[in-house]
Nanobody
Framework: QVQLVESGGGLVQAGGSLRLSCAAS????????MAWFRQAPGKEREFVGL????????????YYSDFVKGRFTISRDNAKKTVYLQMNSLKPEDTAIYYC??????????????WGQGTQVTVSS
């Protein structure tokens, strides 16, 4: 069983930055692919990006949706069992609840077995 707890959400002006954190409880954290999804009001949950488990010597692979490429960065600290989502150049359309997830490599909701409770990000214009 993996428990995930997100933090760092809040209200920010357009063009600003936020860093979300997701703390995991699992002993196997380093073996999990970690992803971020988001869900805006009235919309389906969508994939934001992911970071693979460590491949070798802590090397990881990241993959992002087109709408966040160049603006968002995902990183992980296996010693702290935490994954981060650094969000820069935020836009009002980035307003959503952001969820952390753990599971297998993929962009579908079904690829992930464990989910956090979500953290609200609101970007004002």
């Amino acid at each position: 069983q993996v428990q995930l707890v997100e933090s760092g959400g809040g209200l920010v002006q357009a063009g600003g930055s936020l860093r979300l954190s997701c703390a995991a409880s699992a002993r196997t954290f380093s073996e999990e692919t970690m992803a971020w999804f988001r869900q805006a009001p009235g919309k389906e949950r969508e994939f934001v990006g992911l970071i693979s488990r460590s491949i070798s010597r802590s090397a990881t692979v990241t993959y992002y949706s087109d709408f966040v490429k160049g603006r968002f960065t995902i990183s992980r600290d296996n010693a702290k069992k935490t994954v981060y989502l650094q969000m820069n150049s935020l836009k009002p359309e980035d307003t959503a609840i952001y969820y952390c997830a753990a599971g297998n490599w993929g962009t579908r909701i079904s690829d992930y077995r464990y989910w956090g409770q979500g953290t609200q990000v609101t970007v004002s214009s």
